[in-house]
Structures are given as structure tokens and as C-alpha cells.
């Protein structure tokens, strides 16, 4: 891995390099797409993304686990949680450019 992490900025600049709008009505357009799917992610809509993937959120339920220092017993409260499934197009993408050349036996 490369460890490198893409920011709001570079895809901001990214908007701005082939759009063609000002770096400000980039970072507007780009602030408005994350907020739009934070807002339907948020009243439990599924965000799908063409040939990228899809964001939904789930309900995780109340369930029991335990301290590994001390093997004491602790419920974990019922949480959401946000979920992504990349499209077989972002797979395939990825897999394209990993190391090596044949299949990667998954």
C-alpha cells in the first residue's frame, strides 16, 4: 500500500482541472455532492455511484463481548454503521493494478 490519502483539496482541484469551473465553484460543487450523500445516508437512503459502488448504513444489534485483559463479559450497545460495496468495475479496477500478473485467487 501506498499509504497516501486523497483529499478534499486534490479532489477539489481534480473538479477544477477537467470541469473547468473556478477553484471555488469546484469546492462548492464537490462540498455539495458529500453533503447531499451525507444527508441520505443519514435518513438510511442507499447511495449508489455508478461503476464506483454503493454506501448504505446498518443496524448493528446489541450482542455480548468480552475485555481480552480481563475475559470480563461487556454487552456492546445496538450502533449504526456505514457500509460500502465496491461496484465488480472498482473491483476489477483495483484487482488490474495489483502486484503480479495472474489471478489473484480470492
Known amino acids: 500500500m501506498s499509504g497516501q490519502t486523497v483529499t478534499r483539496a486534490q479532489l477539489s482541484e481534480a473538479v477544477?482541472?477537467?470541469?473547468?469551473?473556478?477553484?471555488?465553484?469546484?469546492s462548492d460543487l464537490l462540498e455539495s455532492v458529500l453533503e447531499e450523500m451525507s444527508l441520505a445516508l443519514a435518513r438510511g437512503e442507499v447511495v449508489k455511484i455508478s461503476s464506483?459502488?454503493?454506501?448504505?448504513?446498518?443496524?448493528?444489534?446489541?450482542r455480548v463481548g468480552r475485555n481480552p485483559k480481563t475475559g470480563e463479559e461487556v454487552p456492546i450497545m445496538p450502533r449504526k454503521v456505514l457500509v460500502f460495496r465496491p461496484s465488480q468495475l472498482?473491483?476489477?479496477r483495483i484487482n488490474k493494478d495489483a502486484v503480479g500478473d495472474g489471478p489473484r485467487g480470492e
Open 16 to 26: 477544477y482541472q477537467e470541469v473547468g469551473l473556478s477553484r471555488n465553484e469546484s
Open 52 to 62: 464506483f459502488g454503493s454506501f448504505s448504513v446498518r443496524e448493528k444489534g446489541q
Open 90 to 92: 472498482l473491483k476489477n
